[in-house]
Nanobody, 124 residues
Framework: QVQLVESGGGLVQDGGSLSLSCVAS????????MGWFRQAPGKEREFVGY????????ATGNSVKGRFTISRDNTKNTVYLQMNSLKPEDTAVYYC?????????????????WGQGTQVTVSS
């Protein structure tokens, strides 16, 4: 089992920045690719980004490309999501997820473990 705990969410104004963290425990963190997803009320879970287990390969969703950056520190069992130029449409619950594979996927059902989520609200 892998336990994931997200933090760093909150309320921010349009154009602002937030940094989310997700700390993993329970298994060897570097065995897992990590992903970030988000879900707004009444909408499906949306791919935000993923990072390979060695941190050398990343991908981000089209809606956040150029604004969000994903990184990881395997010595701290932590994956990060740096969010810049935030927009009201970025408002959602943000989840991190772990995938037992070298690389991530854009599909939510490709991940084995999920955190409980952290709320991000962007005011206009």
């Amino acid at each position: 089992q892998v336990q994931l705990v997200e933090s760093g969410g909150g309320l921010v104004q349009d154009g602002g920045s937030l940094s989310l963290s997700c700390v993993a425990s329970g298994r060897t963190f570097s065995d897992y690719a990590m992903g970030w997803f988000r879900q707004a009320p009444g909408k499906e879970r949306e791919f935000v980004g993923y990072i390979s287990r060695n941190g050398r390969s990343t991908a981000t969703g089209n809606s956040v490309k150029g604004r969000f950056t994903i990184s990881r520190d395997n010595t701290k069992n932590t994956v990060y999501l740096q969010m810049n130029s935030l927009k009201p449409e970025d408002t959602a619950v943000y989840y991190c997820a772990a995938r037992s594979s070298p690389f991530g996927t854009t599909l939510p059902n490709g991940y084995d473990y999920w955190g409980q989520g952290t709320q991000v609200t962007v005011s206009s």
